[in-house]
């Protein structure tokens, strides 16, 4: 049996991509967060009576809420290489098909 000869066929030939302009939606806004700082100065008022002297002592307990916070910040860089056309050889000038 007689092999049978199938011709190569050519590599497909691909056109460049199109390339729209960007389309944008309208932004979208979430609700402001609302934040209240409060400054408190203490200030001790000492009483002093002539005939008498009350000391209290009075034990305050301070409850100290913590609440870290970090921040971060990436730097990203895209590059993109094109090539539009080949480069000119001199040695092998271009042959008409």
């Not at 011709?7 to 979430?30: E, K, W």
């Not at 305050?60 to 895209?78: A, D, G, K, L, R």
């Amino acid at each position: 049996m007689q092999a049978q000869y199938f011709p190569l066929q050519g590599c497909p030939q691909y056109c460049p991509p199109q390339v729209f302009p960007a389309q944008y939606d309208p932004p979208l806004v979430s609700p402001g967060q609302q934040y209240v700082k409060t400054n408190i100065f203490n200030k001790v008022v000492t009483h002093l009576h002539p005939s008498h002297t009350t000391t209290v002592n009075k034990q305050m307990i301070n409850h100290q809420h913590y609440f870290p916070h970090t921040e971060s910040c990436v730097n990203e860089c895209c590059e993109t290489h094109t090539m539009c056309g080949v480069p000119y050889n001199p040695c092998c000038p271009p042959r008409p098909f």
